[in-house]
């Protein structure tokens, strides 16, 4: 990842909870404000989810999927500077207690600790390589076909609309 994708600040953590300053990085300050939450900004706050997992994740080869977000409460516009806290369902479990899925809390708060957002019940489930259902192959075919890898990718000239454009086409739709 380069350094546009890198809005973690400074990360504590403990098996369950993790919390993290986190900064819009440098060469991303200049974008136009389009959005509630820079979306680097926003795929960061799910990194620290990771470091949440039991044991720093550092025992986990599997990659985890977002399978939903049971409510979504957005209070005011967290800006380039926030703190995130993440906290598991349940309280903390041992490494060896995560299943195929796992839920947590996740919250911004501002310098003043105001709450800006809360994200309660964010699901995640494991993304297992032998999920594919190609069990039936050879390993060494199986594992041409399941990879974790980040790419580079350069910077799409396709603007992603605003919430406000979103709204206005969703309207008519949904009434």
């Known amino acids: 990842?380069?350094?546009?994708?890198?809005?973690?600040?400074?990360?504590?953590?403990?098996?369950?909870?993790?919390?993290?300053?986190?900064?819009?990085?440098?060469?991303?300050?200049?974008?136009?404000?389009?959005?509630?939450?820079?979306?680097?900004?926003?795929?960061?706050?799910?990194?620290?989810?990771?470091a949440s997992i039991p044991g720093g994740g550092q025992a986990l080869e599997d990659a985890f999927l977002l399978l939903g977000i049971e409510r979504l409460r957005a209070y005011a516009r967290p800006g380039t500077s926030f703190v995130v806290h993440v906290a598991w369902r349940g309280g903390a479990v041992a490494a060896e207690g995560i299943g195929e899925t796992f839920r947590v809390d996740l919250r911004a708060r501002d310098d003043a600790g105001r709450l800006l957002a809360a994200f309660d019940g964010v699901e995640l489930k494991r993304a297992r390589a032998d999920a594919s259902g190609n069990d039936r192959l050879p390993s060494r075919l199986r594992d041409l076909l399941y990879e974790v890898a980040w790419r580079p990718a350069g910077r799409s000239s396709e603007r992603l609309p605003t919430p406000r454009e979103l709204e206005a086409t969703a309207s008519p739709v949904m009434q």
């Not at 369950?16 to 990085?25: C, D, H, W």
């Not at 404000?33 to 799910?46: I, K, Q, S």
Request: hydrophobic share 45%; with cysteine; glycine share 8%.
């Open 1 to 50: 990842m380069g350094p546009r994708f890198r809005g973690v600040e400074r990360l504590e953590r403990r098996d369950g909870e993790a919390i993290a300053r986190m900064r819009l990085p440098d060469a991303l300050v200049d974008d136009p404000p389009a959005h509630w939450l820079h979306p680097a900004l926003f795929d960061a706050c799910f990194h620290v989810i990771g």
